[in-house]
């Protein structure tokens, strides 16, 4: 290539999504170099990472660990300089060499510095639902504000992405839309009853059937939360009201996501469920990248269904459809006391079924109010979250 390469840094680049970013990028050695990596617990595979990809940085937010990550960085070879505290993410990405940004924190964590890109002007990748879960209207202004380019790699939404026309992917009248369709494998308890449900263990909740991911979204998946969060992302990123998105389940996992059309075409994205191919789409847009995906073969695939979801067994789902309705900080109420719920079912403290009573009994007591700044969203995750702990402890 010509063109000097794209700097690219990724937030979380230890994680699931982190380490595939990775694999990709190290297809492209012209075409990408690495400016920045983030971790948080693994310092060690953060700096072989850092080696292998001959990282600029090395970030970690939590300051007291700066010497035991220089030290890391030195036993595994790099030369990256260490980049920590609390300001350390948002630093990362405003390094004039970072031209694109891999939000791949999971959580709330990982707000400040997706936000911080889109004000930037930068190219967000992002994958951390749950920032634009909570601060949909914020990442809205920025990018209106700064031209910013928001990419999702989120499966479903990456999907819907790819399915939309480029003028209009926020316009969903002017496309001529009628439905954003989004598929839910359903996770690993589809077919479960209520009993099984409530004597569900972390080890069993984190073993998903179709893809291979961090803990936290593992558990999100399995009560389906998952999909509500991605309702609330996908109603902020294609700016679609409740009534026009609707969850179909499907268990194969091939069909990533539909776009349904007043004509009565539905376009869908096919692929095998493998996160470097939303990876690559959204690294390369609108050109395509090699990602060292297993090709489709449609001749093994012998069928592909589609369900109903159960709102009964899994109430996350209409819980979130629920705060997306109700608006303002009803999903960042969503957001925070589920995180804190799967810590708490994660720890052990309390059971799966337990989940979405907390994240209920929450939204039944918090306090509603509009969305308009970052501390606004800052100060109704903090309230949330003292609530959903308060349930917790009640619920032990
Ligand atoms: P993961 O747990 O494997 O990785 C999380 C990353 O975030 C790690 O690098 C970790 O060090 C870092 N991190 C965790 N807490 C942090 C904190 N407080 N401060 C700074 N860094 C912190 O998770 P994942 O599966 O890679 O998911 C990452 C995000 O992508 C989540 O928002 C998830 O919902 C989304 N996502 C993941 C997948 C998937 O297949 N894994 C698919 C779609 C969307
Ligand atoms: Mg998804």
Redo the contacts with the bound molecule.
Sequence with gaps: MSQAPEGISI??????????TLDVLRRHPDRYRIIAL?????LQLLAQQCQQHNAQFAVI?DQTRASDLRAALQAAGSHAQVLAGANA?VEAVELEQTDTVMA????A??LQPALRAAQLGKRLLL?????MVIAGPLFAQASAASGAAIIP???EHNALFQALPDQCKTDLGAAGVEKLILTASGGPFRLADAAELEGVTPAEACAHPN????????V?SATLM?KG?EVIEAAWLFHAGPEQIEVVVHPQSIIHSLVAYRDGSVIAQMGMPD?RTPIAHALAWPERIESGVERLDLSQMRQLEFYEPDTQRFPCLALAFAALRDGGSAAVTLNAANEIAVEAFLNEQVGFMDIPRIIENTLNRYEAGPVENLADVLAYDRAARRLAQEEVRDNV
Excluded: C, F, Y
């Design positions: 937030l979380g680049a230890t994680g699931s999504i982190g380490r595939s983030s971790g948080h617990g693994n937010a993410l791949a924190i999971v959580g964590a990982g994958a951390n639902k749950e920032s790699v989120d499966s893809w291979d991911m961090g803990r936290k979204i593992s999100d998952n969060l996160m």
